[in-house]
């Protein structure tokens, strides 16, 4: 079994950073690419941004100057730096990763992590 697992949400305030991560356990063969997605109340998830397995990123146009995504492939892990952050911000923050389990390639989604960009 595969699971993805976020940290580090939380409430900041408007013009802050935070860094968000997800970490991807159980019987893994490989993983391929990994990124971000997001769901504000009343809103349809979105995608923030993803890595490739050779760190090549996608980003939101409308994010793309505010966001960073990284991985630490030794660790099945991603990261979101969220910098300027303003209160449209505010979602759950969703990980999600293509891996290969059992000779089997599958979507995995994480559980989610609250954002809130409020003063």
């Known amino acids: 079994q595969v699971q993805l697992v976020e940290s580090g949400g939380g409430l900041v305030q408007p013009g802050g950073s935070l860094r968000i991560s997800c970490a991807a356990s159980?019987?893994?063969?490989?993983?391929?690419?990994m990124g971000w997605y997001r769901q504000a109340p009343a809103q349809q998830r979105e995608l923030v941004g993803f890595i490739t397995a050779g760190g090549n990123t996608n980003y939101a146009y409308s994010l793309r100057d505010r966001i960073a995504i990284s991985r630490d492939n030794a660790k099945n892990m991603v990261f979101l730096q969220m910098n300027s952050l303003k209160p449209e911000d505010t979602a759950v923050y969703y990980c999600n990763a293509d891996i290969e389990s059992g000779g089997v390639r599958a979507n995995y989604w994480g559980q989610g992590t609250q954002v809130t960009v409020s003063s």
């Open positions: 159980g019987s893994i063969d490989s993983v391929y690419a």
